[in-house]
């Protein structure tokens, strides 16, 4: 029997813990890393969740719970990923974050290790700049779509250096693990996002403009388009800090078609962010 490739995934929040799950659930042994013990134990006590949660859906087996969870190792030392052969970041979406966390890698991962990014807006040759000229071979995007328990999809970028072995060899575990990869160039916003966020400025100026409220706007884009969530359910799912972030990447990148809007701005300063618990513009507290 063929030996699978050792899996690292750096960050345990919302994508990178996720990420982690569909490689042991797909039966490799993974080793997931975040900065605290507690943050680690906050991500595993929530990936017992949503393993018991798709259980009692019949997305899974009983017996894959304790299977899944038992592949997953957890870490604050960035040493263990030595033996990795395919790691992948998901930190927090701004490229000083992420250069700390390629650098770390770049010096303990064998010359052979693949390091991929989990972002969703920053081109991957800029991100590439921060390991070595002889990794960048080694170094693709994989953004993967939240939950990623459950969405299919994972665009794969090749940065300028890329090798082609490594397109190769991240295309054929996003189907290992159950995703549909597609082929995506190197650009701000990567395809989907920079269609997505097109409706998402327009469903804000509709707001502005007074022409539908966002629980209609919401209930339009899933009966009338056939969406499974509305742009304003999505931005408090993903946060809305987050979604001016990128935003502001493309807006850099393409100009005025993406040009945050002034309400998004002000409800981010004002904290109406959405996330878990806290008010955005379909939860208590954010209208």
Same mark, same amino acid.
């Given at each position: 029997?063929?030996?699978?490739?050792?899996?690292?995934?750096?960050?345990?929040?919302?994508?990178?813990?996720?990420?982690?799950?569909?490689?042991?659930?797909?039966?490799?042994?993974?080793?997931?890393?975040?900065?605290?013990?507690?943050?680690? $134990?906050? /991500?595993?006590?929530? !990936?017992?969740?949503? %393993?018991?949660?798709? +259980? &009692?859906?019949?997305?899974?087996?009983?017996? @894959?719970?304790?299977?899944?969870?038992?592949?997953?190792?957890?870490?604050?030392?960035?040493?263990?990923?030595?033996?990795?052969?395919?790691?992948?970041?998901?930190?927090?979406?701004?490229?000083?974050?992420?250069?700390?966390?390629?650098?770390?890698?770049?010096?303990?991962?064998?010359?052979?290790?693949?390091?991929?990014?989990?972002?969703?807006?920053?081109?991957?040759?800029?991100?590439?700049?921060?390991?070595?000229?002889?990794?960048?071979?080694?170094?693709?995007?994989?953004?993967?779509?939240?939950?990623?328990?459950?969405?299919?999809?994972?665009?794969?970028?090749?940065?300028?250096?890329? $090798?082609? /072995?490594?397109?190769? !060899?991240?295309?054929? %575990?996003?189907?290992? +693990? &159950?995703?549909?990869?597609?082929?995506?160039? @190197?650009?701000?916003?990567?395809?989907?996002?920079?269609?997505?966020?097109?409706?998402?400025?327009?469903?804000?100026?509709?707001?502005?403009?007074?022409?539908?409220?966002?629980?209609?706007?919401?209930?339009?884009?899933?009966?009338?388009?056939?969406?499974?969530?509305?742009?304003?359910?999505?931005?408090?799912?993903?946060?809305?800090?987050?979604?001016?972030?990128?935003?502001?990447?493309?807006?850099?990148?393409?100009?005025?078609?993406?040009?945050?809007?002034?309400?998004?701005?002000?409800?981010?300063?004002?904290?109406?962010?959405?996330?878990?618990?806290?008010?955005?513009?379909?939860?208590?507290?954010?209208?």
């Amino acid at each position: 029997m063929e030996q699978k490739e050792r899996i690292g995934v750096v960050g345990a929040g919302l994508m990178g813990r996720e990420i982690a799950l569909v490689f042991a659930l797909a039966g490799y042994k993974v080793l997931l890393c975040d900065q605290t013990e507690s943050h680690l $134990a906050q /991500a595993m006590e929530r !990936l017992g969740q949503i %393993l018991e949660k798709g +259980v &009692g859906r019949g997305f899974y087996k009983e017996e @894959d719970v304790l299977r899944a969870l038992g592949d997953i190792a957890t870490t604050t030392d960035f040493g263990l990923f030595a033996d990795r052969d395919f790691v992948t970041e998901a930190v927090f979406e701004r490229e000083d974050v992420k250069a700390a966390v390629f650098t770390k890698l770049d010096a303990v991962c064998r010359p052979s290790c693949v390091i991929a990014t989990n972002t969703s807006t920053i081109p991957i040759s800029v991100l590439a700049s921060h390991v070595s000229e002889a990794r960048r071979p080694n170094f693709i995007g994989t953004h993967y779509f939240s939950p990623v328990s459950r969405m299919k999809l994972v665009e794969v970028m090749p940065g300028f250096a890329t $090798a082609p /072995a490594t397109v190769d !060899l991240a295309m054929r %575990l996003c189907r290992s +693990v &159950g995703k549909t990869p597609i082929a995506i160039k @190197d650009v701000p916003g990567f395809a989907v996002n920079r269609l997505l966020h097109v409706l998402m400025i327009e469903a804000v100026r509709l707001v502005e403009e007074g022409v539908a409220t966002p629980e209609d706007i919401d209930t339009a884009c899933k009966l009338g388009l056939g969406h499974p969530m509305g742009p304003f359910e999505l931005m408090d799912a993903t946060t809305s800090s987050l979604c001016l972030q990128a935003q502001e990447i493309m807006f850099e990148a393409y100009g005025e078609r993406f040009r945050p809007r002034p309400l998004l701005k002000q409800r981010v300063r004002a904290g109406l962010v959405g996330g878990r618990g806290k008010p955005g513009w379909r939860t208590p507290g954010g209208n």
